[in-house]
């Protein structure tokens, strides 16, 4: 019987690489002139975790080998209070905040981009298609001091590719996109990402997805692409089906980390535990970033990373100790942003999978689901 780790690793293998080639002659040279950026992320990249204890008291934070990635309605504040009670390393990633939000509410700020300290490193991601909003954006959410930005290229859903013109149908305009990474890069002090799908409709040739990535990079200083190993179609598929559809291909990825050996590229998509994190790290992946299975299984899927991909001691918080944490937290902001914002129902949301796949799941989450009827706090 062949063991776990080689099924995954054969999973994540880089099955059609050979296949695959892409010429960017001036590449290399026009790389160069930005490789200032990142120097936090490159001066770790390949260090083995034992040498980074002294880095991290330095005060400075561990790169993102390890992400969970941005989520609309899942990944809110909420969520990532209790992912960072998990792991202390793990990347978080807001939800995408559209640009327009941003700039319309630039007196209400906080209700879209304050996080507590403990969240960090975190990285606020951007949605949207106008450049003056995109930088304005970027400029008022530099007053928060989120670890990088990053802009949604890679959501298919109606409301945003559609009807607002961004998101995954930004693929289809690299040129765009390199003006409004250098806008947002011009308005931040910290470095700047794009999240990106291997394609978009009938747009889904490895060569194209190098033109993207070439003329982002020898425009703009972004040096990191989140890379979702599917492509996005934007017509007859619904937001939930286009993360399942259309097929994993691991190899474009890893043909980028050849292809590109300037640019940081994290891998997502259809990565579900800690073994296969480590099976795509060994594979060369610069990062991994996970999302459905950091949302729907916190506690197996983030409680291994600090010591796993990090090296270093996991948190000793039982779950017991971390629901009183998180009940504490979920008093302090209760109705902060008027009656209801947030509703106790919003608070209790991350913890109904604290205890995902184990007995008495279902009994926890009838018995959490009951309490928010009547319940007037948290902690009650
Ligand atoms: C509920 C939900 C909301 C999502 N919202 C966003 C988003 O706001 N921005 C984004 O770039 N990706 C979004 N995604 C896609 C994820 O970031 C990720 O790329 C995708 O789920 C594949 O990773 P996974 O297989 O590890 O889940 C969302 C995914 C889910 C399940």
Not at 51 to 58: A, I
Not at 242 to 265: H, M, T
Request: aromatic content about 10%; proline content about 6%.
């Amino acid at each position: 019987m062949k063991s776990t780790v080689y099924n995954l690793l054969s999973a994540l293998a880089p099955l059609h690489y050979d296949n695959l080639t892409y010429c960017h002659k001036q590449s290399l040279k026009i790389l160069n002139r930005f490789s200032g950026q990142h120097k936090r992320f490159h001066s770790l990249m390949g260090k083995d975790p034992v040498h980074l204890e002294k880095r991290m008291v330095d005060g400075q934070y561990l790169p993102p080998w390890f992400s969970v990635a941005p989520m609309m309605d899942w990944t809110d504040n909420h969520y990532r209070t209790l992912a960072r009670l998990i792991s202390k390393h793990a990347w978080l990633y807001t939800e995408m905040v559209v640009a327009e939000t941003i700039v319309h509410q630039r007196n209400n700020l906080d209700r879209f981009l304050a996080f507590s300290p403990e969240q960090h490193p975190i990285v606020l991601q951007l949605g949207g298609s106008n450049l003056e909003n995109l930088a304005k954006a970027a400029e008022f959410a530099n007053a928060y001091s989120f670890d990088e930005l990053n802009l949604n290229c890679g959501c298919p859903s109606g409301k945003v590719a559609g009807h607002g013109c961004f998101g995954a149908r930004l693929m289809f305009d690299p040129k765009f996109v390199a003006d409004a990474m250098s806008a947002i890069a011009a308005n931040c002090s910290v470095p700047v990402s794009v999240k990106c799908r291997i394609g978009v409709d009938d747009h889904d040739s490895y060569n194209e997805l190098c033109d993207f990535v070439y003329a982002i990079v020898s425009n703009s200083p972004t040096r990191h692409f989140i890379v979702h190993a599917r492509k996005a179609l934007l017509s007859g598929l619904s937001p939930a089906e286009n993360r399942k559809v259309p097929p994993l291909k691991y190899e474009y990825y890893f043909a980028l980390l050849r292809d590109f050996p300037e640019v940081q590229f994290t891998i997502n998509g259809g990565i579900t535990g800690i073994d296969q994190v480590n099976a795509a790290r060994r594979q060369g992946a610069h990062g991994v970033m996970v999302g459905r299975a950091a949302y729907n299984n916190p506690w197996s899927t983030l409680r291994h990373v600090d010591s796993a991909v990090y090296g270093i001691p996991t948190s000793s918080l039982s779950r017991r100790q971390i629901l009183e944490k998180y009940q504490m937290y979920g008093d302090s902001v209760l109705g902060k942003y008027g009656p209801g914002k947030p509703s106790i129902r919003q608070l209790v949301k991350p913890l109904l999978n604290l205890f995902h796949s184990e007995p008495g799941n279902g009994l926890w989450k009838r018995k959490a689901d009951a309490a928010l009827r009547r319940c007037k706090y948290i902690s009650q």
